[in-house]
């Protein structure tokens, strides 16, 4: 016998003995809760696009992400410029996209495209890794990246400075919706790589107190096109 | 050697009387229970999520064969290897199977709790091969030669102080006591360890059955990196970690995130569903997923305690523990501590040696009342109890307790208890707090309450 | 009605001025006690420590003389719960286990009878001081009593109620106390410190047995803080 026959005899042989159903005495058993129970018990957000972004905004400010609307391209390519000047950026990653292509003509200058093959040494060096995203998530302000959409698996966590370009009809309401939409998109074949992006990298292991940039980027900017 | 409850004693001696431990753990938890509190109040029920997810994890669980076929089948389907561990000691052949193979010369390891289970690390290191802990709190008590302090914040228990004398002595860092610069000089250090990584060594949070994903949920980016760079990545998973379906994490990773550390959502939350695919140019040339049983089925076949197997790992229970808070997490001598480690260690380390853990306990229910999935932990503690006794009773103790019931059911032998009782106060009274004193256990650190001049039952005798 | 009252060993012979409150403000308010005396412990020690069968000698002699009770206040959190959660667990598998079962829905902590039952909050009572107020875990969590003893303080006259930081156990745990001392007293020395910031003069709690840790721990530490039961509170003029 397999170590797997093993463990998964060991398994239905303790299964056999049913276990009491969690919190309710006098229920027995019942169907697995659906998405749509935690639709209603998240935190709230609103159902229109204008309750949506100002949740979003709220979050990402809370987060400490910058987050722009530009009004016209121009006014992007603007702010971008201004981004790359702070920043003293010399040289930047991404990937080829719409989007992407766009922002790599305004801010000119030396670019790895990770999506053309890259060496992960110089992709550490660059000052910033700009990418697409698949979506933006209201309720958490949270940007839903795969490695399809944002240009691999590395480009959205190595350099320190992450720039994400989104449009308006990326921004979805909740949690729940963002599953539903990959489940839509994907469905059929899924990236190896879904991540929701939270806020620039942080962590509290040294006395509870907050720093940000601990392995992921110090800083994360999201542009809503 | 002593046995694992001398040890325990010992050091729950030492450190329940460490008043900067007090301090610099108290103050720790103040800031994750305010913070933790705000999210909570942020649901708009925060009951009702607890339930579904009880639910969730109760159905995982309770047909995990299925789910665990359904996981591997979709992981084997996009190139995964799985392989199937019995024990700890399988699973670190197996892990040291693929790291010999690949000819590793360094591996990269983000936080995974059920490798210090299986203490692969001493296993990898005993064969040569370096392993670096990527979590910054890992990463500190890594350098200091310790284990994990508590299963979500390895180093809890260390000042900015201590991790820049760390950093200094160790790293030749000399770096001030900012915990910002000290971060900055973990993340200097490890850029270059994720880039020349053979291997990349990842655990797991939840697997997802129904999409054949394993979920990651982290702030540092560390886990993101680990398994991007390396050629090889390997993720080391308990078989209880299965949810069924991937929208169960809509649930899942917000409860985990208000429970673990108090906030809304991690920072990185990321679904790895096998190594790199046709037309992805980056990612793993090969994911290796090893399902660890280490007596897991054992504690299934537990009808009454197989809810412990749906535990999320978030260490909410250990936060809000008066005992963990006073003993610390070095304490229980094992990888698993505060309430769900009394609870589980007994069945997955042996009844008799562990049952010191949940006995240890006042059993509060702090902990219950906390557990984002409503595991019964107070109560197993209490089963534990009486399982240990069955098994091995102690005869003082079972006798002394067979004598108590003789004097308590017969009220004529009671009713001496009073006046023999004052009596007794006054032999006791010069005896008091010495080391003669037969309730030393008492009275070293409190005072003796006095027999009252009337009891209750004299007072009721009088008044008829 | 006519109220069986359950007062466990330690109340009868260190605390009884917490049973004879409670009897004073029953039969105030017009009610009969019954007053079971040969039931002197409710079996809590044993069943804790993993001794069941043990528990099950004291037990069921408790079990026998409240069947015919119709209302049972147990003058401890933790002998309530042990009664009304607990024994239906011990008897579980028995032909007991109805009747654990039975008695369980008569069982009362003595706040919780008051307010929710008897829908009383104001007693007449004065007690001129500045208090915190300890929840013992078993009435807290295993019982969900937490709101009861705070109605009724809000009634007492010039009383003033501030809380403590937080809800944590004082560290009594009955045998625990005397397994693991040193934890149990580190867990007293806590609460005692988050009690002495809140500037009381007493502590108030509805579990005498905590009390008996507290002031045990404030007295050894020299602790101007003193104890008092909620019972006691609620008779003073």
């Known amino acids: 016998m397999t170590e797997r026959q093993k463990i998964l005899g060991r398994i239905r042989e303790a299964l056999a003995v049913e276990a009491p159903f969690p919190g309710r005495h006098d229920v027995s058993g019942k169907p697995a809760p659906t998405s749509s129970l935690a639709r209603d018990c998240l935190p709230f957000v609103g159902d229109s696009v204008d309750e949506q972004l100002a949740a979003f905004r709220q979050n990402a400010a809370n987060l400490q992400a910058h987050f722009h609307l530009p009004g016209s391209r121009d006014e992007f390519k603007m702010q971008l410029i201004g981004i790359r000047d702070a920043g003293g950026w010399k040289k930047i990653a991404t990937h080829s996209g719409e989007l992407t292509d766009f922002a790599l003509q305004s801010i000119d200058i030396p670019a790895i495209k990770t999506d053309s093959g890259y060496d992960m040494e110089e992709l550490e060096k660059c000052d910033a890794g700009i990418t697409e995203c698949d979506a933006l998530i209201a309720q958490t302000g949270s940007v839903l990246v795969t490695n399809r959409s944002a240009g691999g698996r590395a480009l959205s966590v190595l350099p320190s400075h992450h720039v994400v370009l989104a449009r308006r009809g990326q921004l979805l309401r909740d949690l729940p919706a963002a599953f539903e939409f990959l489940r839509r998109k994907y469905g059929a074949n899924y990236p190896s790589m879904i991540s929701f992006i939270t806020g620039p990298s942080r962590t509290g292991d040294i006395e509870r107190i907050l720093v940000l940039g601990a392995h992921g980027p110090r800083e994360l900017t999201i542009f809503l096109l | 050697m002593s046995s694992p409850v001398q040890q325990f004693k010992q050091a729950a001696n030492v450190v329940a009387h460490d008043l900067q431990h007090r301090a610099t753990i108290q103050t720790a938890l103040e800031k994750y229970t305010v913070i933790r509190d705000q999210t909570r109040g942020a649901f708009r029920d925060y009951a009702a999520v607890r339930q579904a997810a009880a639910e969730i994890k109760w159905e995982a669980v309770n047909h995990l064969d299925k789910y665990l076929e359904l996981f591997v089948s979709k992981l084997e389907a996009r190139g995964a290897k799985v392989h199937w561990a019995g024990t700890g000691e399988q699973a670190c052949e197996i892990i040291l199977g693929v790291v010999r193979e690949k000819k590793a010369r360094s591996i990269i390891k983000s936080k995974t709790m059920t490798s210090e289970e299986i203490h692969l690390n001493e296993a990898l290191e005993l064969e040569g091969y370096e392993v670096v802990e990527s979590d910054l709190g890992e990463f500190i008590v890594q350098l200091k030669k310790e284990t994990p302090y508590h299963i979500v914040f390895p180093a809890m228990h260390l000042t900015r102080g201590e991790i820049k004398d760390l950093f200094n002595r160790k790293l030749a860092a000399n770096t001030s006591d900012n915990p910002g610069e000290l971060t900055m000089v973990a993340r200097r250090v490890l850029r270059k360890k994720y880039i020349n990584a053979d291997i990349g060594l990842t655990g797991a949070n939840f697997a997802i059955a129904e999409t054949g994903m394993i979920s990651i949920t982290e702030n540092e980016g560390n886990a993101r990196l680990t398994a991007a760079l390396p050629k090889t990545m390997i993720t080391l998973l308990g078989l209880e970690k299965i949810l069924p379906r991937l929208e169960d994490l809509a649930l899942f990773l917000p409860m985990l995130a208000t429970s673990g550390t108090g906030q809304p959502l991690t920072c990185y939350n990321t679904m790895y569903g096998g190594p790199r695919q046709p037309g992805e140019f980056d990612g793993p040339e090969e994911l290796h997923v090893v399902l660890l049983d280490g007596r897991r089925t054992e504690l299934l076949a537990n009808a009454e305690q197989r809810d412990s197997l749906h535990c999320i790992r978030c260490g909410a229970c250990l936060n809000v523990c008066p005992i963990f808070r006073n003993i610390g997490g070095h304490t229980y001598g094992t990888t698993y501590s505060g309430p769900i480690g009394s609870v589980i260690t007994p069945h997955l380390r042996g009844l008799q040696g562990w049952k010191h853990l949940s006995v240890s306990s006042s059993l509060c229910g702090a902990c219950t009342e906390t557990c984002p999935v409503k595991i019964d932990l107070a109560h197993h503690l209490l089963q534990n109890r009486r399982d240990a006794t069955a098994q091995k009773p102690a005869r003082l103790w079972k006798l002394g307790f067979k004598f108590f019931a003789f004097i308590i059911n017969r009220p004529a032998i009671y009713k001496l208890l009073a006046p023999l009782g004052r009596v007794g106060q006054k032999l006791h009274s010069p005896l008091k707090s010495t080391r003669l004193d037969p309730v030393y256990a008492w009275t070293k650190t409190r005072e003796m309450p006095q027999i009252a001049p009337q009891t209750f039952r004299e007072f009721w005798t009088n008044r008829k | ?237």
Request: proline share 4%.
């Open chain 3, 1 to 237: 009605m006519i109220i069986t009252l359950f007062i466990p060993c330690f109340v009868d012979l260190l605390y009884p001025c917490v049973g004879i409150s409670i009897v004073q403000i029953l039969e105030k308010l017009g009610h009969k006690i019954d007053f079971p005396e040969e039931l002197n412990c409710c079996g809590q020690p044993a069943f804790n420590s993993g001794y069941w069968d043990e528990a099950r000698l004291v037990a069921l002699p408790v079990l026998r003389r409240l069947k015919n009770s119709e209302v049972v206040i147990i003058a401890s959190g933790s002998c309530g719960a042990m009664l009304k959660v607990f024994y239906p667990q011990l008897f579980a598998g028995t032909e007991y286990e109805p009747a654990a079962k039975k008695l369980s829905a008569r069982c009362w902590e003595f706040s919780d009878f008051l307010v929710t039952k008897l829908n009383m909050t104001d007693l007449g009572a004065r007690f001129p001081h500045k208090v915190t107020f300890h929840d013992g875990c078993h009435a807290l969590r295993e019982l969900g009593v937490r709101e009861s003893p705070r109605a009724l303080l809000a009634k007492v006259r010039d009383l003033e109620l501030v809380e403590m930081k937080e809800e944590v156990c004082c560290g009594f745990g009955g045998t625990f106390a005397v397994k693991f001392p040193m934890i149990s007293s580190a867990m007293g020395e806590v609460k005692c410190a988050q009690a002495v910031e809140t500037g009381a003069e007493f502590i108030v709690s509805n579990d005498s047995s905590c009390l008996m840790h507290i002031q045990g721990v404030a007295d050894k530490q020299g602790k101007k803080l003193k104890t008092i039961h909620l019972a006691e509170v609620l008779t003073s003029q």
